[in-house]
Every structure is written in structure tokens, then in C-alpha cells.
């Protein structure tokens, strides 16, 4: 099993940054893959940056050049560094973990970012 722990959401004025830390522990061995992604009111939870091996990582479309994704292996966390924030960034952010081989989904509890104009 693996557990996820997510932090540093919170209020924040469009423009503003945040960053969110995702706490991992557990079997960590068979994570390969490890993201963010957010459900807003009324929508699908969608992708919002994903890194694999702690070095490839994968952008939203909505979110490239704005949101960094960033692994310290030493501590298991996984970051979200946010800038230039915008009101439709507010949601609830998820960190995600994926297990090769079995494959199997890991999910943190959520932290709520809103961002005010």
C-alpha cells in the first residue's frame, strides 16, 4: 500500500503562487509515476502534470509555463510549484501515485486551492 498526503493549498489572488507538497509512504518501490490533478465544481477531475522517474514530466495544455512538477526522492514528495494563477485554477488538487505491475492508482485525500480575482 502507499499513502499520500497533500499540503499547501489554500486562498490566494489571481497572479498570486502557491506550492503543494505531496507526502509519500509506504511501498514507494514500484511507483514509477507520480502527478497532480484537479476536480473542479461541476467537473470531470482532469490531468494537471505528471513525472515519471523524477525527470519526465507532462504538462496540461492550461497549465504549461505556468506550473512546475518537481520529485525530491530523498523525501518522497512530490511538488507543485504554481504561479500566475488564474480563477479557473480553483479546485480540488489530488496527488496521484502509480504502481507498475500490478497496475494499480493511488489517490491523496485532496487540497482545496482557490484562487480570487
Known amino acids: 500500500q502507499v499513502q499520500l498526503v497533500e499540503s499547501g493549498g489554500g486562498l490566494v489572488q489571481a497572479g498570486g503562487s502557491l506550492r503543494l507538497s505531496c507526502a509519500a509512504s509506504g511501498r514507494l518501490l514500484s511507483i514509477n509515476t507520480m502527478g497532480w490533478y484537479r476536480q473542479a465544481p461541476g467537473k470531470e477531475r482532469e490531468l494537471v502534470a505528471t513525472?515519471?522517474?523524477?525527470?519526465?514530466?507532462n504538462y496540461a495544455d492550461s497549465v504549461k509555463g505556468r506550473f512546475t512538477i518537481s520529485r525530491d526522492g530523498a523525501k518522497n514528495t512530490v511538488y507543485l510549484q504554481m504561479n500566475s494563477l488564474k480563477p479557473e485554477d480553483t479546485a480540488v488538487y489530488y496527488c496521484n501515485a502509480v504502481q507498475a505491475l500490478p497496475t494499480k492508482y493511488y489517490w491523496g485525500q485532496g487540497t482545496q486551492v482557490t484562487v480570487s480575482s
Open positions: 513525472i515519471t522517474g523524477g525527470t519526465r514530466t
